[in-house]
């Protein structure tokens, strides 16, 4: 059994809300490959391989020659912010990569020119946006379909994904207007504040049948109203925001600890960063979007409600600090208190000396990559195996999110196994001791 | 399907070369266990779950609640050693757990004495041993099976395991008169210095048909005449060296690394600690084993002869330092020089503040009660799915071992599903979005 | 030239405002000290030696050998808190000692019982006292001082010093009623609530003559009219802070990068602590107290308007979190951004596992103990030279405070030099060297 | 009293044995200082600042405008090597720098092209020098002061003085030979292999009255035969090693812990670098003499003998890891058990991400300039005062070094105080607080 997938024939656009760090990055790191200077490193679909069958088949071929993947010669950037700067000033201005490097490909980077952006400052008070749309929040998601439109047309594109890469937005919980998709889209004629600006990019992308990837805290399309969307028109989404850093470790660490039934007393995460992220975090309102996704995967991997005398009295703490002198280079560190064998206590530390938009640029390519994919299999909804780039994973309603690093990467190895109709993988190994058993199974 | 197990009835005897640091706390800690003092971190058979069926189901029970392993009250311990210290003592000169804890079950421990152990100063040159056996090695083994024998009869057990929690030997690679069991039994009749004292206990151990477990990186039963012998007699064999502290953190931190398509540069491995065991890797001919059997992981997990741009440079150093003031209070210091996106560098470094013996003693635990359980199962020869515990651990011959802490705990929890009949768990779990490939199925 | 200094004859009061971790591992150890089961490391005036005269004279004679301080026998320990604990449940509650040792002292520790404290709930939200005094501010001094003498005559004391212990009262600057000694008393009678509970005690202290040391950063003796009443009253006062742990290393480092024109881009230090420190500073308006306090050291020492090139851009941002899993094992992380040679980026990060209490509670022993002898040296008003243990230390108006903790040690010996009549040390040492300058001093 | 200072008239040439690292980061970076492009940043001379006169006076002239150092502007570098690279190249080899910064002065560095060393490759086995000198030792003296006096004629210099920038040597005591001049010289003739390269060119320097620093732990001219040699001729000298990284750090942090009278049960230290000095100590003999070199230090500053129970069983281990994915970037990790009050232990750790030749290049230019002034001081032998740049300082015989770094920054301090008349500086300050003793001195 193979499930059908339509080729990747033609041009992908790629269209970002919010081309600040990650976003500028992300194209200047994709035109420096296309030009051969660099290599995408941490992007799987570029540089990971994949085992299948046996182990000592010894097939392990690239995920991007065993699946039918848009390829980066075909990609098209474009996008939209509240600063008019070009790809290639905002890229200097984020001071992530070298000015050496993007001089090798700034006449490309020049030539993408944010849209206005759909914006409301309730929901970022530390950002000051000039270059934005006006309208009621349904003329807004009227122009926002525009743009998608004459963004494909203009550069005759085959397809088009969204990843939204703008700020983090302030806290807030869904409300009825959140719950149906026809109270939302009367909200949305009735210029409802509750909608945030990343809603109105989302509702946009999916009624057009538009991919949308979602790499921040906020609710965006992990609400009822745009699953319900996203299915009527057969579109996959994903959210929410992006794994790196600091999260990415903790979800790498704690099910270390869990595998070996090491209990764990208290988690101590502080974060120093000085860009734009960090100034818009340094709102107690936005870093609460954002603490709240952080927060949920330790309880996740740990389940303390299962193992009460290991985690039931976990203190978990997150702080993150605006910290000019660092600018991008996110670093953070981190004091676990564990125990052990009768409840001798053991310490770890970590200090992470990490790049924030450098670990987030190849999962947003990722993540737009196998988005595509996944509207060419017809995968519509919650795409949970792309929970592997994801801080705070969307699944279906009642289920449980999965955070083990290594349990996302199973189901997202094995999801594309399955598609590609190969034999799904789980350890077992017996095999290679065929006399194990002798005269005894039942 | 299910795999027939012999119940867990009457006694089971662990015997214990090398009544040190590391046993003595497991033996004090099952006392304590047992008396309700406290609990047995650390022990994924005593303390942890195990998923069963879909993740609706909530199905978690314990694992000694699933599969049938003997109780901690029907243990007997004894062993080994060059030191005539009685438990008690020898907990007590090894300063893992407080005086006040020992106190509380010292009539138990001051009633295992130390049997005379075989010893060859040339293997561990930094220890004095005066507690020992005289004879040739033929005749050593001999003895031991009559140690063996006895302490089965003595103790009216059922059944008995042995665990090596002796020193690390010093560093030698297998010859001619290990690569069959005929030759290995001439080279003990020839009492020939190449064979290492450990294989003696192993030797007896597997002629009695009881398993044998290696907690330590020597080559022991890692050679082609054990395995044969295990073979013949029908006996669970698995090493070699428990996976504690620093290399524990690394086949955790690693797989996360290889798992984003992270690159790596270098990898520096530093260690001080201060008890028997440091002593003895202060000797560069004893280090060297216990380097070899750290080095190998990451070249398994990171497979740079597959992935060259990303680990095909890597520099991979490791340290121990023998630094009393830390006594058994390993302590381990990382620096690991990753890069990701276009190459762009970053760090992360891990100090570990661990307690050795608090780590070892649960995989002691778990490896007697699991070799245990695999013989009642008929499954005889390498239990290549105890290879979560051990730093470097031995696979079917031609097989890539599997270091990935992650994968490890797969297979042997996909082992223990198989073993009862349970479905194997893929984490595939697209069912759970139904209507996702509608119309797509070829 | 030599200081005429009183004996110590008799016994010594030592009175605590805050019977909490720092005052009761003050007492319990001095008792240990006594009892000969303990050393009294960290306290200079007990364990420190000084240098005298030349190197080749080789004279180090222990501080406590050298100037006329009382002795540990002659000490009578005293104090209030808002808590009715006896010493004794206070020191087990605050969990910085072992049960075993208080053990020892136990008898010694029950029989100091907490006076009713004079507390107002306002300086400090997280507190709720219960063994508090009533009355008008006026009432209450009066009270401290009736305790003070009643406290004097029951014990057969000598003399009596004072130290604070409390917690950090909430953040506030002085307006006019703390301006001149008439203005306070005034407004002593008129209850006023800008009177914090610390100044209640400062008073009655010092208009009975009796030394006041102030261990928390709350303005207490540092306003005006305490100054005024100590120098009327011929009373010693020191003050503001304990310096430990995070700010004891900053001013250790901070002059090591000063002295070798090391620049400094920015200095990030988080704290983690979980006792009643803690507790209280969760709330930000005691952490504005501490934060000031905390914050002005870097200042001082690398004085950027002297340095723009170096230190004119310094980023300095200082957070403690309540974190209950290390209780009194307070732990900081500093990261230190400095750069050297052409302006080439160097980090120095320093893990600092302290104990807070530990560090305290040395420096309130030496703050009782050299009050006590500068009384008896008739030294009045503020005593710079004791600004060696403090975070914020007080001076003459006017003079920029020395935070840098070599030139206070340097201040401190000489001043003890001073006092005994011995040559102040300058390290110039250029006599050893005699045939250097032959021929060419003008 | 004032000392009589011959101007710094004229031009100076600094003349360096082992143009690598640190002498191409020292010559690219006065070029570059020079041209305005960068600051001189870790240099006391050209960036600090001295107090003088009391507090109140405010005043804090820099170094360089209060003692007469010759400028920048008048300094002309030459030097000798084992490679024949010029200075460019050889700073782009080291990477130390970045090109874009070479590029910027490449034309100077190209000019300065090294003269053949004198090298005898036992005294660092793992290098492989091929432009050498040839004849027996005293006919490269000979040539080695030709080359000398050809570089002051050639460059019209006022006056030389000699920086040892080249490797670590082989550890070895000081034999017979290196007594008395007499005996040095009539090994000279003889053609002695204990003489080590580095006393040839420290002979020649000092024959000619050129002073000479010593920036590595060889011997060199801690010998009594230099030292008799220095003050015939009138020259000054100063080593050994300069005081970078983690004995910079420790000579800082340790006077702290020793002011505070904290215990000290352990100091671990191990560093990671990967540049030619990482490689040459990667050699046991060589790693030798820089481990005694670096171990000293903490013996000198806590005086375990005069405080047994404070610092009586210090256990102190250094170690050098040579890792070439950190090149020339040293980066330290230190472990530090310290204990205190009651004898309750705390941990520090520093990790200090470090550039060696970065903090190396202004000591070097630092002692060059105090060098060059105390030659016009007529300041001979050796140079106590200047101890404050050195790991292991040289002093009179019989006199303990001094390696607290704040106790040699006030003798440098004074030193200059002294030489220009100013009031030495004690830190006493009882003179701001005028009414403190009244009526109380004798």
Same mark, same amino acid.
């Given at each position: ?34 030009? !051969? ?41 474009? @996008? ?48 000051? @946006?000039? /270059? ?132 764990? /007393? ?7 960063? @000085? ?67 009768? !409840? ?84 077992? !190994? ?13």
């Amino acid at each position: 059994m193979k499930i059908n997938i339509k080729p990747a024939n033609g041009k992908l656009g790629i269209l970002i809300p919010g081309l600040g760090a990650v976003a500028t990055t992300l194209i200047a790191g994709v035109e420096a490959v296309k030009k !051969g200077i660099s290599q995408p490193v941490g992007s799987l679909t570029q540089m990971g391989s994949i085992r299948l069958g046996k182990r000592t088949e010894n097939r392990h071929p690239k995920i991007k020659d065993f699946v039918p993947l848009a390829k980066l010669e075909d990609i098209v950037f474009g @996008g939209w912010d509240v600063y008019e700067d070009n790809v290639y000033q905002a890229a200097m201005n984020a001071k992530v990569l070298d000015a050496s490097l993007l001089n090798e490909v700034r006449e490309g980077l020049e030539a993408i020119v944010p849209m206005k952006a759909a914006f409301d400052k309730n929901y970022a008070k530390n950002l000051d @946006g000039t /270059h934005v749309k006006t309208g009621t929040r349904y003329e807004l998601a009227q122009q926002v379909m525009e743009d998608i439109k004459n963004f494909q047309t203009d550069n005759g594109l085959d397809r088009v994904v969204l990843v939204w890469c703008g700020s983090t937005e302030v806290y807030f919980e869904g409300s009825e207007i959140h719950q149906t998709l026809a109270a939302f889209e009367q909200a949305l004629l009735d210029d409802d504040k509750r909608i945030a600006p990343s809603m109105i990019y989302a509702y946009a992308a999916l009624k057009l049948g538009v991919p949308f990837a979602n790499g921040a805290p906020n609710l965006t399309v992990d609400i009822p109203a745009m699953i319900e969307l996203a299915k009527l028109t057969k579109t996959p989404i994903s959210g929410k925001d992006f794994k790196t850093g600091q999260t990415l470790m903790k979800t790498v660490l704690a099910p270390g600890l869990a595998a070996r039934s090491l209990g764990v /007393h208290g988690w101590f995460s502080t974060n120093i960063l @000085g860009n734009r992220d960090g100034l818009v975090l340094d709102d107690p309102d936005n870093f609460k979007t954002k603490e709240v996704s952080k927060l949920g995967v330790l309880e996740d991997i740990l389940r303390p409600e299962d193992n009460p005398e290991l985690y039931g009295e976990i203190f978990h703490k997150i702080r993150i600090n605006y910290y000019p002198p660092h600018g991008d280079n996110k670093e953070s560190w981190d004091n676990i208190d564990i125990f052990g064998w009768l !409840g001798y206590k053991m310490q770890i530390k970590i200090n992470f000396l990490c790049r924030d938009s450098i670990l987030a640029a190849p999962i947003a390519l990722d993540l737009a990559l196998f988005s595509d994919m996944a509207k060419r299999a017809n995968m519509s909804g919650i795409q949970e195996w792309l929970s592997f780039y994801l801080k705070s994973p969307q699944t279906a309603p009642g289920l449980h999110a999965e955070n083990d690093i290594f349990k996302q990467l199973i189901k997202l190895e094995n999801t594309l196994r399955y598609l590609m109709g190969e034999d799904l993988i789980t350890h077992l !190994g017996l095999d290679y001791y065929d006399d194990m058993f002798v005269d005894n199974v039942q």
